[in-house]
Nanobody, 121 residues
């Protein structure tokens, strides 16, 4: 089991950037797929981006493609989400997650506590 702690959220103006980090503990991190999901007020949690265990393949929701970049550092047990060109529709609680298959968001079953991202002028 992987324990996950997110950081890096906050308030940013439209067009701005944020970098989220997720620190993981547990021996299974290096061979786990990792990902980011988000939940806006009144909406269901949705897929944002996932990455394979070796960082070789990444997946993105259409709504963030070209603006967000996921990466990982297995030596530091950390996964990142670089978010650029943020807009108010990106406002949500962002959750880090680990799972079995990066291409299958429903395979993600371990979750962090979430970090709030608010995009507003």
């Amino acid at each position: 089991q992987v324990q996950l702690v997110e950081s890096g959220g906050g308030l940013v103006q439209p067009g701005g950037s944020l970098r989220l980090s997720c620190a993981a503990s547990g021996r299974t991190f290096s061979w786990s797929a990792m990902g980011w999901f988000r939940q806006a007020p009144g909406k269901e949690r949705e897929f944002v981006s996932t990455i394979t265990w070796d960082g070789g393949t990444t997946y993105y929701a259409d709504s963030v493609k070209g603006r967000f970049t996921i990466s990982r550092d297995n030596a530091k047990n950390t996964v990142f989400l670089q978010m650029n060109h943020l807009n108010p529709e990106d406002t949500a609680v962002y959750y880090c997650a680990s799972g079995k298959v990066a291409a299958v968001p429903s395979s993600f079953s371990s979750w962090g506590q979430g970090t709030q991202v608010t995009v507003s002028s």
